[in-house]
């Protein structure tokens, strides 16, 4: 090691000569490498995760009657070379467009519920891994190669009552890549619907939290002379507790009557504002409301919650840390807090 020192020392001008050359030999791999970074990227990072606090409405109600009917005639006169009122003095032509539209609407409708209940299960991501690739392959099992098969086997039922076996394989050939195709085009237009309300519902809760004050009983938030009522105090006859939903960022808030209700907040957010009096977080993930507590139960192993409405007789811990915070709080009941049984 002295020897290398040595030389070094005595030869800074080597230095000087060969490092320039070693810095440029490896700019071309940096940039290779920064450009093989960028493209895989998008398939490789963490999907950016944007939960909405309730499903998506796809009105299907008014969307699918004009679309069901426009695909379900299009069906029966495209590949034909004749003008459309050609066919609309013909008996034929509403023999067939029946059927079509129909099971166009039903085959839609089917598409819009699943991808709605996919929704609540599998929901898309801003990003390719891991989870889209698992909700792409059900959307295309589901929203596509069900209800294909479908329409494929209601067809070949209608030739077969008709005596029209002979056009089976015609339809097969002919007319169901068409069908593969216009799903297709409608599971692409639910997912781009999905994205932009996303987009538009997220805008809007933040655009509430930007504007909430951040001190509500600050000079100037009130009128002189009107007294605030503390959100704790406004839901402790409606909610009976909040718990975080799994894997997900929003919150739900349990009625007394047993009815979740989505929150569009963490839990520490809903403590923030229902701390006090009547709500207290005996665990991270549950904030309970005094009426719902039946009865209270320190023993050896820890402080034990027994529940009442809407989860009547469940047994709850409550955190060691928070014990003797609990054991204060609960010691001071407030008049009026239990709602009253039915």
Known sequence: MAMYHCRATACPEIIGTFAPTATQSLTPM??????????????????????????????????????AFFVGIFMVVYGHHKPFGYFLGMWEFYV?????????????????KITGWLDTRYTWLHGWWPRPFRRLLLQLALGLALPALAILGIFVLYFTCWGRMDLI???????????????????????????LRVDEILEKI???????????????????????????????????????VSGENFSLAIGFDGKPDRQPRTLLDIYADVE???????????????????KVE?????????LDKPRRGEVVRVADGKREAFLAWYAHPSPGTHPRDE
């Open 96 to 112: 067939a467009a029946a059927p079509s539209v129909g099971t166009a609407w039903v085959a839609l409708w089917c598409v819009t």
């Open 276 to 294: 006090g009096e009547h709500y207290f977080m005996v665990r991270r993930n549950l904030i309970l409301n005094r009426a719902a507590i039946a």
């Open 30 to 67: 940096k940039s290779i490498k920064k450009l093989f970074n960028t493209i895989t990227r998008p398939f490789t990072r963490k999907p950016l995760r944007k939960y909405v606090p309730y499903r998506i409405n796809y009105h299907e109600r008014y969307m699918l009657p004009p679309l």
């Open 169 to 195: 394989p015609r339809y097969v050939i002919e007319d169901f890549p068409f069908v593969l195709l216009m799903l297709a085009g409608f599971n692409g237009l639910l997912w781009c619907y999905f994205l």
């Open 298 to 306: 320190a023993t050896a192993r820890g402080l034990f919650v027994t």
């Open 206 to 244: 933040l655009k509430w939290r930007r504007d909430r004050p951040d001190d509500p009983d600050a000079a100037g938030t009130l009128a002189p002379g009107v007294e605030r009522i503390p959100y704790g105090e406004k839901v402790k006859g409606l909610i009976a507790l909040y718990e975080p």
